[in-house]
Structures are given as C-alpha cells and as structure tokens.
C-alpha cells in the first residue's frame, strides 16, 4: 500500500530573471518586470511530498519530523532570504524561474530521502503560478 505524505513549508527570496548575453530589449520581451535590474522578492510556497510503503512497525511513509528538518537545513538554509541570483552557487549560471528553483530543490532533497520512496517538489511563486518536478 503506497501512500504520499506532504510537509508544507515557506521561504523569501529575491531574484532577477534575464540573460546576460541577451539585450535589454529581448529580456525585457521575454522576463518582463521579472528583469528588474534591482530585483524583487517572492513569498515561495513549498510543498514537498514523499510516496512509498508504509512501514508497519512504525506505521509512517516517512517520520514528518526528519522530513521537516531537511526542509529546513537543505532548502530554507540555503534559500530563505536570499538574493538567488547572488548569494545561491547553483542560480550563478542557471535563470531561477520557478522551475528551475523546484529541480535545484529537488535535487538538494533527493539523496537523503530513501531510495525506494518517489520525491515531488511543488512550488509557488505567486498564489496563482506554480510548477511540479518529481524527477
Ligand atoms: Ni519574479
């Protein structure tokens, strides 16, 4: 029997989206006020959820506990009121769209989640605008 479990979780952050190799023109075409040169902030709205088997002895997926501290010390450690484009090494040659936020999110929490469990990050950006990775 194979059950998702979610933990919700929040972060700031500030980011610029545009490509150095573009002109201000094109940037502006495709990244509109997303190409602030001054850079703006968002609420991000995380929810990250593990499927597997339940284990019978403990009757969990995943303790919530050890899922909530990785959250913690892999995502909002390395991304909670930072200035992405800057401060974050994976964003130094990567635009942090949203979607390119949820795979380097992904890709932080994959290697301490057990192998034989599925990951799925979903993240919002906006209340409205949000994208999904599972790998
Ligand atoms: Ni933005």
New binding site residues.
Partial sequence: MSVKVSRRAHFNAA?R?YKADWSNEKNDAVFGK?NNPNF?G?NYELIVSVTGEIDPSTGFVMDMKVLKDLIKSEVEEALDHKNLNLEVPEFKDLNPTAENIAVVIWNKLRSHIEKNKDLEVVLYETPRNFVTYSG
Wanted: with cysteine; charged share 0%; aromatic share 0%.
């Fill in positions: 980011h989206l997303c703006h968002h």
